[in-house]
């Protein structure tokens, strides 16, 4: 069966720091690109940042830009987020996802989800 399990979230201060993780099992995880995407109460669903299937492309939405940073290790088959400079407006409930093509936004493309770890951000 395939399974993704997002791990690491919790509360935190504004400023602070967390990693979160995505450990994969059950399909060919090298290729297939990972999202996380995040959804906070009363919003939709967001994509935050995308990983290739190498790693080597990673892409992330303006409002995580230089304080969010997306890695994999093919060999662990684990995907991070590390999340810096956290904000309030980071609060979310956080997911990861795989797809079997390159890298997209469109969350209707990701065919396999993790049940998501929540982020809190509050002093």
């Known amino acids: 069966d395939v399974q993704l399990q997002a791990s690491g979230g919790g509360l935190v201060q504004p400023g602070g720091s967390l990693r979160l993780s995505c450990a994969a099992s059950?399909?060919?995880?090298?290729?297939?690109?990972i999202g996380w995407f995040r959804q906070a109460p009363g919003k939709e669903r967001e994509g935050v940042s995308i990983?290739?299937?190498?790693?080597?492309?990673?892409y992330h939405a303006d409002s995580v830009k230089g304080r969010f940073t997306i890695s994999r290790d093919n060999v662990k088959k684990t995907v991070y987020l590390q999340m810096n400079s956290l904000k309030a407006e980071d609060t979310a409930l956080y997911y990861c996802?795989?797809?079997?093509?390159?890298?997209?936004?469109?969350?209707?493309?990701?065919?396999?989800w993790g049940q998501g770890t929540l982020v809190t951000v509050s002093s």
């Open positions: 996802a795989c797809r079997l093509g390159g890298p997209s936004w469109r969350r209707e493309l990701y065919k396999y």
């Open positions: 059950g399909f060919s995880f090298d290729g297939y690109t």
């Open positions: 990983i290739g299937r190498s790693g080597g492309a990673t």
